[in-house]
């Protein structure tokens, strides 16, 4: 070997233990002597390597950034800001794999990036741009050294990872800089998409890689496998991947990033939870704008720590019993927080929360803070006492998994969440109709059911306290309003546990009455796509049960009248179909094909069910089309249904 060769893969091997395992083997000095004499030998014979570590120095100032079409299209992931909103999309996923397992990894807070590699050698680097085509940042990024300029895989290659500035890189930076940057983000985003690459080589960004975006040869089986060949490959990753067998373990692992992020080194804003097989990704595919198999749940909140003085226990409106832990004041994202809640009893041992620990909080979106862990223990913390009785109206408690409820309907507690959600805004929208007026009404008014609302007059508003005739007829007004709402939001507002929004809009685009609901089977309910199993059974025990039955008869002699939005009809060319849209189409998008067959008198579905009456294949159509080419389900392409718009 000659000794251009031996000192750049030395050097290489080097930077390698440096930059990608943070683990330097030889001091600063020893790699700068061999890097000035492979410089010296490189500059006498005119020879530079194209894996030599000399051309990762940035070069001149570039004109412009060029642009890039992607090999395969970089989506980006959709976003979910509560553990509401992530059960909905296990519900999806469940439907369409069974015993799915997926994996967490943390979200970096940076600038996406795709790299290419041909025949072994790093092509180009780009940004994500709209996920079709990014701006070429080859220049800036061969200043980075935390990626390989030739790889053992020989095939087409495009990787993904998000350029980082760490932390304390960028403190170093602001101590000596004539223009201080505000934040990591912009500081990693300014230095790629800056036309020097000097700055870029002054900035010392660097990229985390944790996705294979295409490759020519082979194929990765699982998320896991993504990350093991990335690493082989000579590629950063972060050291952190954890898989889950369940929803549980997911939301477990979201806690842990939440609370071990604060001490990372890298910006980081939430976790991306994916399905660990990519033969079950192929399942579920791709809406226009994100994959289905995979989510990012953002940890939009300020945190703090405090400590936990007393713990009471309230009853919701299912009953359910909840841990709310009084704390020591603490400023929380410009409020002064003094309570924090915890989601059970099993929550409140595995976090080990006792009265007397100092703990960790996160208040998001403006609602009541959370505690994610105890950090320690005081002397004499004592430990949360489980109830044996309701603490409100004494009932005998029932134990259901990690959680209690007490199976007292008429509860006080519960009465008075159950009207204050149907009363809420996204329900039946009462204007006037809050928590303590609801209490008022339970104990001077018998206030039992919601329908009972409707038959209080003037007089009997003027019993409670503050109601004068201003407010009699504001509320009594809002009351009568309410008896013309949206199928959706009456849905919603009988509070039937596991039916949120989302799952009420399935339900009334799909049934049309509360009737159509009441008849419906536990398997037609599970065609639908935000109706998981436990759900499906909570909808048909509710609707089963005589009480509940009697409250939909009372509210509809009271006059209340759902109605569903009038749809604008084109033509009743889809009239009847259930229609699926699958693969690529060349003239529409997705979504402007849905609109397409919703105007013209068909239903939308994401996926294929035993409803399913038509399939619209596009190109690269995948699982859907054989599932309908299986159950015999009509397919027509996308000529016929431009023939059938035509006609």
Partial sequence: MDRIRQLIETLNKWAYEYYVLDNPSVPDREYDKLYDELKALEESTGRVDFDSPTKRVGGDPIKGFAEHTHVSRLYSLDKCVTFDELDAFFTRVGKAVENPTYTVEYKFDGLTMCLTYDGGKFVRATTRGNGVKGEDVTAQCLTIKSFPLTIEYKGLLEVQGEAVIRLSVLDKYNQTAKEPLKNARNAVAGAIRNLDPAVTAARKPEILFYNVNYMSEGALSTQEAHFGFLREQGFKVFPYLRVCANAEEVKAVIDEIEVGRKSLDVLTDGAVVKLNSTAERDALGYTD?????????????????????????????????????????????????????????????????????????????????????????????????????????????????????????????????????????????????????????????????????????????GKLDGFKSRKIDNILGAIAKSKQIPLERYIFALGVDGVGKVAARDLAKNFKSVENIQKATREELLELENVGEVTADAIVNWFADEKNAAELAALSAAGVTPTLPEKSVISSIFAGHFVVLTGTLTNYKRSQAQKIIEANGGECQSSVTSKTTLVIAGEAAGSKLEKAQKLGIKIIDEDEFGKMLEE
């Fill in 289 to 461: 704008k994100f994959p289905r198999w995979a989510t990012a749940y953002k940890f939009e909140a300020e945190e703090s720590t405090t400590t936990v003085t007393e713990v009471k226990w309230q009853v919701g409106r299912t009953g359910k019993l909840t841990p709310l832990a009084y704390v020591e004041p603490v400023e929380l994202a410009g409020a002064t927080v003094r309570k924090a809640t915890l989601n059970n009893y099993g929550d409140i041992t595995r976090k080990g929360v006792k009265v007397g620990s100092r703990v960790l909080i996160r208040r998001s979106n403006e609602v009541i803070p959370e505690i994610l862990a105890a950090l320690e223990d005081a002397e004499g913390s004592a430990e949360v006492v489980k109830p044996d009785i309701c603490p409100f109206c004494g009932s005998k408690i029932e134990e259901v998994g990690a959680n209690l409820f007490c199976p007292n309907k008429y509860c006080p507690p519960r009465v008075v969440g159950k009207i204050e959600h149907f009363a809420s805004k996204d329900a039946m929208d009462i204007e006037g109709l809050s928590e303590k007026t609801a209490e008022q009404m339970y104990g001077v008014l018998n206030l039992r059911e919601c329908s009972d609302l409707y038959g209080y007059t003037a007089e009997d508003l």
